[in-house]
């Protein structure tokens, strides 16, 4: 949590090469959400829930210029209800090391300045269902709907379908193809490089700058990438032993 001592510090405006420099001071991504602020500087690492999304209503304030980031995602709604708010103060985002799912969804895309810190990537790996069919179909939507009542029932799908609506309007606004979010890349896993990868919806698509820009992501201001798919596949196994990073 951020503390009211070092929300009223007065602090010097950070110029973007300095906020892409800065430490906040967070080893490593951790489950349970972890914010900091330095001026004009807003540290988030950690999962998306409810404990993130009101650690940005108290801190992300109209002066924030720069938000760096690092979190692998998590809960859907509280991702897209950060991403309206994010959407309506527009700092720069810095990706430091992962911002996958949710992070890369309703944090990444709706920005205007995005920056891609080196040995860092943006992952995508499918997105929220686009039917009622494949709602229920998920795992964790046949899970919910086979024990709630109608009222908690209808609760979640209009909360469904309020974030479909602001992602498509989202997507429409920054002229990102939907595509980006969905496209489905195991069919592109290399077998022989990494057996283990081949199942659906394991992977995580982690575009390149250009193929970012070739779905309409506008405003990167610089992104690293590795070199080889090889260097993708170490780096993806440094990151995570359990995932496959597909460029």
Known sequence: MVSSAARAAPQPAHSLQAAMDFDCGFKQEMMRPKMSRNGDILCYYGQINAETERLFRTNLTRDIRYLIVRSSGGEMFAAKNIGQMLERVQPAIIVDRICA????????????????????????????????????????????????????????????????????????????????????????????????????????????????????????????YPASYRDMYRFGKEHDPHSCLVP
């Open 101 to 224: 799912s949710g992070c890369a969804y309703y944090f990444f895309l709706p920005l205007e300045r995005k920056v891609i810190k080196r040995h860092s990537f943006v992952g995508f790996h499918g997105g929220p269902p686009e039917t009622r069919n494949k709602l229920f179909k998920t795992a964790a939507g046949a899970a919910f709907f086979s024990n709630a009542t109608r009222q908690d029932q209808r609760r979640i799908l209009a909360k469904w379908r309020d974030l479909l609506d602001w992602q498509n309007a989202m997507l429409k606004r920054t002229g990102v193809n939907k595509m980006l979010i969905y496209w489905n890349p195991a069919k592109r896993i290399r077998k022989d490089l990494e057996p283990g990868c081949y199942a659906p919806n394991k992977p995580i698509w982690a575009p390149s700058p250009k193929t970012l820009k070739s779905f309409g992501v506008k405003g990167l201001i610089s992104a690293w």
